[in-house]
């Protein structure tokens, strides 16, 4: 799977907290994957709707 472009912020984001805060290191893809399976971005990169009501993604 790939990583969209409009979800890399995200995922840049989301890896470096995981990076500093739990000393874990993923690539991208792994990352996004991740964020696809708990309901944060679709395949498309596109923010759910449950990521936004819950503050877990800005809808931009």
Known sequence: MRVP???KP???QMQ???KKH???SLSE???FQKMV???MFDVFGNPT???IEN???ENK
């Open 5 to 7: 472009h409009k979800a």
């Open 49 to 51: 709707q449950y990521a």
């Open 29 to 31: 893809k792994q990352v």
């Open 16 to 18: 470096e907290f995981m």
């Open 55 to 57: 503050g877990l993604v």
């Open 10 to 12: 995200a995922v840049k």
């Open 37 to 39: 399976e708990y309901n």
């Open 22 to 24: 739990h000393d874990l």
